[in-house]
């Protein structure tokens, strides 16, 4: 599998924006989508997963409420909306695929895209 990450910019307080992933390479429905975030000095986060499958999404608690991944099949795109940014929503955020199953740990994915850079100004 190949994945791609756009959509991440510079975004004030309380601000919105739209990460894209597009996947390609093979058939999804064994796979798990979720997205990491990885801020300097720490480790890499899983905050939402999609459960291709069965279209079933989790979300760390960090970012329920204000976070929604999303899937257009027809694009095989994940998207991760994120609403009411905070500056510690400050990170690279990378899509990651992985085998069927909800797992937080990065080690347990094998496919990453590239990375998008997100900083949400004061």
């Known amino acids: 599998l190949q994945l791609v990450e756009s959509g991440g910019g510079l975004v004030q307080l309380g601000g919105s924006l739209t990460l894209s992933c597009v996947v390609s390479?093979?058939?999804?429905?064994?796979?798990?989508i979720t997205w990491f975030r990885q801020a300097p000095g720490k480790e890499r986060e899983g905050i939402s997963l999609m459960i291709v499958r069965e279209n079933g999404t989790y979300y760390r608690d960090s970012v329920r409420g204000r976070f929604t991944i999303s899937r257009d099949v027809a694009k095989e795109t994940f998207y991760l909306q994120m609403n009411s940014l905070k500056p510690e929503d400050t990170a690279v955020y990378y899509c990651?695929?992985?085998?069927?199953?909800?797992?937080?740990?990065?080690?347990?994915?094998?496919?990453w895209g590239q990375g998008t850079q997100v900083t949400v100004s004061t």
């Open positions: 990651a695929a992985g085998p069927w199953g909800v797992s937080w740990q990065a080690r347990q994915y094998g496919f």
């Open positions: 390479g093979g058939p999804l429905d064994d796979y798990v």
